[in-house]
């Protein structure tokens, strides 16, 4: 699997996160095209996707985060890591996501952090084998009403 930065022709591959959030809608007014653009053209923002010949087959979106604390070192929050159902449980997103802690400590950052909404223990036993432990601090989540 070759893993990269998602460039503006990896827009359509993209598709992976109707598979992620398969309940949101359909967007075809053209703001999602706009928004990808944004991330990929974004210095503080990273969209990285593993490609299999061709095809776009796990990807996550990495945010960097400026900080005035931890000797100025920025951190980082991972978000929308989503795996190709039919490629699910074949070792590429834990690949993905050590690359991309590699990527983030190469960068300086003093920590990584993500949440899921996933309920399913095997879910929280992926992120726990990638490194990620669930008893270093609380998430609290805001949505407005």
Known sequence: ?????????????????????????????????????????????????GEMDGTLVTTCYLNFIPNMTRNVSPYCVIENVVTEQARRNQGLGKTLIK??????????????????????????????????RADDKFAFVARPE
Not at 103 to 132: I, P
């Open 99 to 132: 690359y991309v802690l590699d990527f983030a400590w190469a960068q300086g950052c003093y920590k990584v952090m993500l949440q899921t909404g996933s309920k399913r223990e095997s879910t929280h036993n992926f992120y726990k084998s990638c490194g990620f």
């Open 1 to 49: 699997m070759l893993i990269r930065e998602a460039v503006a022709n990896d827009f359509d591959g993209i598709r992976l996160y109707a598979q992620l959030n398969p309940d949101d809608p359909v967007v075809t007014d053209g703001r999602d095209r706009t928004v990808f653009q944004t991330i990929v053209n974004s210095d503080h923002l990273r969209l990285f996707v």
